[in-house]
């Protein structure tokens, strides 16, 4: 389960590292070298980034999935969980209370 957290972190931050200014300048190096004209240069930086947007998101999910598994498999009780035993602590404590003054 660790290396998979870490696997998915090295993942997302070479993702993030990829920035829309190094993109457009190497699509502009390519330009330049004649290999694609300016308007496939422009739809072809635009796909760049729509991808590395799409992983990104793609890797966020995947590492939130993999926390709430690690999560759930801790044993740690969620929130609702947490709630619903505070809300019947109460409840008891509530009913205890009445007893005590009848």
């Known amino acids: 389960m660790e290396e998979t957290i870490k696997s998915i972190l090295y993942q997302s931050l070479g993702v993030i590292a990829i920035t829309k200014e190094k993109i457009e300048k190497a699509v502009d190096d390519i330009v330049a070298q004649g290999k694609l004209t300016k308007e496939e240069g422009i739809k072809f930086a635009a796909e ?8 990104g ?3 966020k999910q995947v590492g939130k999935d993999n926390f709430r598994d690690f999560i759930e498999k801790s044993g740690i009780p969620t929130r609702a969980e947490f709630d619903a035993l505070n809300a019947r602590l109460e409840a008891l404590e509530k009913l205890n209370a009445t007893r005590d003054n009848a």
């Open 57 to 59: 998101d793609h890797f």
């Open 48 to 55: 760049i980034q729509s991808e590395a947007r799409k992983t």
